[in-house]
């Protein structure tokens, strides 16, 4: 099985080069003021894209309430500039996240890039849908990573808030659909064995890797600690 990808979340360019520095496969532009998937703004993730070249670049476009013409239209200026769009399904029923989904997968796709649908560990806080309904959802409208983060950022890992059995499902469930699978969600150090475990293809980072949290900055050399750990660490079979 190929290594697994590491995703670095910077604010900023100066943050996107440290994590490129530090041998992030991925780098993720997002806002970390505005939520756990808080967009940036369109000049910051065409100026990161740029600056990063040729790793590839995803964009958050926001933890989204059901509203699939503002999520579209943000997906679409996103997937400009970014291979990769990634939205937060803050919905509380199957069907608007499904609605959600059909509507950013295809206006990322108009681009040709890649869509990425993210559900909550922490659904029971926020009300939202699970992330076990998640893989089905993706496989209707076509989507191509599906991932886990949490809501609530209050250094609990999602595996505080998802037994890991349960990430395994998802996981399976993904693969099954012949979808990527990503977990995030205030994952530390000692989580990278639990996320090889379980097999997932991606892991996403942002807090492990900063400065006094995930408000703090963004620092080369903990990227480069974390990327080692993640690479080194055996998957188990």
């Not at 993720?28 to 065409?46: M, Q, T």
């Not at 040709?112 to 659904?123: I, P, R, S």
């Not at 993904?174 to 475990?197: F, N, P, R, T, Y």
Request: charged share 25%; glycine share 8%; hydrophobic share 45%.
């Amino acid at each position: 099985m190929a290594a697994i990808l590491v995703l670095v979340s910077p604010k900023n360019v100066k943050e996107a080069l440290e994590a490129v520095k530090g041998g992030a496969d991925i780098i993720d532009v997002k806002n970390p003021s505005e939520g756990s998937l808080g967009a940036n703004f369109p000049w910051v993730i065409r100026e990161v894209a740029e600056a990063v070249k040729p790793t590839p670049v995803s964009a958050t476009i926001g933890d989204m309430s059901f509203k699939p013409g503002t999520a579209s239209l943000a997906a679409y200026s996103a997937s400009l500039w970014a291979d990769y769009v990634k939205v937060g399904l803050l919905v509380d029923k199957n069907y608007q996240a499904l609605e959600l989904a059909k509507a950013v997968v295809r206006a990322v796709k108009e681009n040709g890039k890649k869509a990425v649908l993210a559900a909550y560990a922490d659904f029971y806080r926020t009300g939202t849908v699970s992330p076990l309904e998640l893989p089905d959802i993706g496989a209707v409208c076509d989507a191509d990573v599906v991932m886990i983060d949490t809501a609530v950022k209050d250094g609990k890992s999602l595996f505080e808030h998802m037994d890991f059995c349960s990430v395994v499902d998802f996981v399976d469930s993904a693969h099954d659909h012949g979808m990527l699978c990503a977990l995030a969600g205030s994952i530390k150090s000692e989580d990278i064995q639990a996320v090889l475990d379980a097999k997932a293809d991606i892991v996403g980072v942002r807090g492990a890797v900063c400065e006094n949290g995930r408000g703090g900055r963004l620092r080369r050399e903990l990227v480069e600690k974390f990327v080692s750990l993640a690479k080194n660490f055996e998957r188990a079979f």
